[in-house]
Structures are given as C-alpha cells and as structure tokens.
C-alpha cells in the first residue's frame, strides 16, 4: 500500500500562484509515476499534470490548459511530488487530488489517491 498526503491548497487572486506538495509513503518502490488531478463541481475528474518517478529523471504530462502555467516536479528521494502553479485563472479552482500508478503515467486509472486539497481562485 501506499499512502498520500497533500498540502498546500488554499485562496488566491486571479493571476496568482500556489504550490502544492504530495508526499508518498509506505510501498513507495511500487511507484511508477504520479500525477496530479483535479474535479470542480458538476466536471469530471481530469489529470491536471504527472510525472514519472525514476531515478536518471522524469517524463512529464501536462493537460493543455495548464502548459506553460503549471510545473510538476519530484524529489525522489523524499518521495515527495510538488505542483507549482502560477498564472491562476478562476477555471482552475477545484478540488485537487494527488495520486499515484504502479503502471502508467497518462491515465484516469491510478492505484492510490489523496485526500484532496481544495485550490480556490478568486476573479
């Protein structure tokens, strides 16, 4: 099993940045990528940004609304994820959700989730 836990959510203003971190725990070995998702009321849950978990670097997924806003990095060795987002707009207030896959980096099906850290952007 592994076990995630996110921090870093909260209020900002339109134009403004936050930086959420994930921090993995337990079978972390099992780990092959994580990824960031998001669900704003009445949408679906959608992959925001992930990153594969290795040791010579990680390939990288972003959905295009978020590229050249959002930068998804890793600190293998603190098993620790982070989502840095700057340039917010209103339609990335959501509930965000870290995860993690033991087999893919691009897809809806990740083994393990967080709780969830809510990011709220205000206009």
């Known amino acids: 099993q592994v076990q995630l836990v996110e921090s870093g959510g909260g209020l900002v203003q339109t134009g403004g940045s936050l930086r959420l971190s994930c921090a993995a725990s337990?079978?972390?070995?099992?780990?092959?990528?994580m990824g960031w998702f998001r669900q704003a009321p009445g949408k679906e849950r959608e992959l925001v940004a992930a990153?594969?978990?290795?040791?010579?670097?990680?390939?990288?997924y972003y959905t295009d609304s978020v590229k050249g806003r959002f930068t998804i990095s890793r600190d293998k060795a603190k098993n620790t994820v982070y989502l840095q987002m700057d340039i917010l707009k209103p339609e990335d207030t959501a509930i965000y959700f870290c995860?993690?896959?033991?087999?893919?980096?691009?897809?809806?099906?990740?083994?393990?989730w967080g709780q969830g850290t809510q990011v709220t952007v205000s206009s």
């Open positions: 337990g079978r972390t070995s099992s780990i092959y990528a």
């Open positions: 995860a993690a896959s033991q087999r893919q980096l691009v897809s809806t099906a990740y083994d393990y």
């Open positions: 990153v594969t978990i290795t040791w010579s670097g990680g390939t990288t």
